[in-house]
């Protein structure tokens, strides 16, 4: 059974300092792993996509990239601004199905 | 339509009875996915939808839980003889079909809240 573990569960930084959220899952026979954001009471935006076969992906201030054999992947975020702050969620893929979601990192990010 | 569309976006309801959560997927998306989100917890996978079909519904924690998807598109999940642990948001997602290569989008979310 697929488990996917986000550390760190909070996470509380001043504007402007970089951070790295991490994600570790059990089973690395994946086909995908996705970041998404959480806005509370909202549904989940995707951020970033990354295929099996890729080491990393970026989106203007966020690059994520992924170690399929070790089962991490992490999401770095740089020049933190306050409109960073949500949960941010990792979930991991088969080819078909469902995806596999870690409990979230709660990102605040004060002035 | 322009995104996932979920109804309604708060229930409350008291618990034994029944409640019906609905969910509109972006147009021509054949596959759909139910989850659910606790208070402090991250996403429950409940139910996944290929077509009008259920390839996998082993995340259902309970007979009281059913869903339906009729003509590739709408889905229902029932919940009958609501209980307080069924308190939740369930969200709905859907994709072009083979996750590989596709984004999947989420729904506001119905919160439910049983009393």
């Known amino acids: 059974k697929q488990e996917v573990t986000q550390i760190p569960a909070a996470l509380s930084v001043p504007e402007g300092e970089n951070l790295v959220l991490n994600c570790s899952f059990t089973?690395?026979?994946?086909?995908?792993l996705r970041w998404f954001r959480q806005d509370p009471g909202k549904g989940l935006t995707s951020l970033l996509l990354?295929?099996?076969?890729?080491r990393e992906q970026t989106s203007g201030r966020l690059n994520a990239s992924l170690d399929k054999s070790s089962g991490r992947s992490t999401l770095y975020i740089a020049a933190s601004q306050p409109g960073d702050s949500a949960t941010y969620l990792c979930?991991?893929?088969?080819?078909?199905?469902?995806?596999?979601f870690g409990q979230g990192t709660i990102l605040t990010v004060h002035p | 339509g322009a995104g996932v569309s979920q109804s309604p976006s708060n229930k409350v309801t008291e618990k034994g009875k029944d409640v019906e959560l609905r969910c509109d997927p972006i147009?021509?998306?054949?596959?759909l996915y139910w989850y659910r989100q606790s208070l402090g917890q991250g996403l429950e996978f409940l139910i996944y939808?290929?077509?009008?079909?259920?390839?996998?519904k082993s995340g259902l924690p309970s007979d009281r839980f059913s869903a339906e998807r009729t003509g590739g598109s709408v889905s229902t999940l029932t919940i009958q003889r609501t209980q307080q642990e069924d308190s939740a948001v369930y969200l709905c997602?859907?994709?072009?079909?083979?996750?590989?290569?596709?984004?999947?989008?989420f729904g506001q979310g119905t919160r439910l809240t049983v009393v």
């Open positions: 939808f290929q077509g009008n079909s259920a390839p996998d």
């Open positions: 990354i295929q099996s076969s890729q």
């Open positions: 089973d690395s026979a994946i086909y995908n």
């Open positions: 997602a859907s994709s072009t079909g083979q996750i590989l290569n596709t984004e999947a989008f």
């Open positions: 147009s021509g998306h054949t596959a």
């Open positions: 979930a991991v893929g088969p080819q078909y199905g469902k995806l596999t």
